[in-house]
């Protein structure tokens, strides 16, 4: 067959955002849940943070991309 296993599996780094990439960027909080974790709108994906240090955080606030644990981005509140 002419076909490519890479076309039929494409690698990761095409369909996701590599972790380096996120580090550093800047999302804004869409939703917040009652044990404290919400969600971050960032390159219109939804992904699931946690603050590093406690603070109050309010829907519509920036906040940075500090590191990753498992699946939860671990951000701080993205100074002005």
Known sequence: SDVCS???FPS???ALPTIDA???KVGT???IFPDGRFLVDLNREDWS???EKEASITVGTDV???RI????LIVKI???
Do not use: M, N, P, R
């Not at 644990?69 to 939860?72: A, L, M, N």
């Open 29 to 31: 909080v869409t939703q």
């Open 64 to 66: 940075e991309v500090l």
């Open 22 to 24: 996120i580090i550093g």
């Open 69 to 72: 644990k498992g699946v939860t």
């Open 78 to 80: 993205k100074e002005d």
């Open 6 to 8: 890479s076309d039929l």
């Open 12 to 14: 990761h780094d095409t």
């Open 49 to 51: 943070a946690e603050l």
